[in-house]
């Protein structure tokens, strides 16, 4: 099993930042995706970036050119820089482990983290 623990929401004033951190526990995978999805309420989860374990890197049209992944040199810590953020980015935000190819359906990442809120106000 991968366990993953976010860190770092907050509430943050538009047109602010925030880091996202996503903790990974110790894994041997050679072929897995790490994402951030998020939902906020009334809405469905929605995918934002994701990284394959080839560093290809994804980001949903509402976050490119503001959001960036970034990740730690043993890759075990996956980053989400969140800058000039907007009200409609408040969600609880949740990242996602995959040991397969990455996929933007959110029913096929096995293990999730706890999730931490962004709140835009």
């Known amino acids: 099993d991968v366990q993953l623990v976010e860190s770092g929401g907050g509430l943050v004033q538009p047109g602010g930042s925030l880091r996202l951190s996503c903790a990974a526990s110790t894994y041997t995978y050679n072929n897995y995706c790490m994402g951030w999805f998020r939902q906020a309420p009334g809405k469905e989860r929605e995918g934002i970036a994701r990284i394959s374990h080839l560093d290809y890197t994804f980001y949903a049209d509402s976050v490119r050119g503001r959001f960036t992944l970034s990740q730690d040199n043993n890759k075990r810590t996956l980053y989400l820089q969140m800058n000039s953020l907007k009200p409609e980015d408040t969600a609880m935000y949740y990242c996602?482990?995959?040991?397969?190819?990455?996929?933007?359906?959110?029913?096929?990442?096995?293990?999730w983290g706890q999730g931490t809120q962004v709140t835009v106000s």
């Open positions: 996602a482990f995959r040991t397969r190819y990455c996929s933007p359906n959110s029913n096929d990442y096995r293990y």
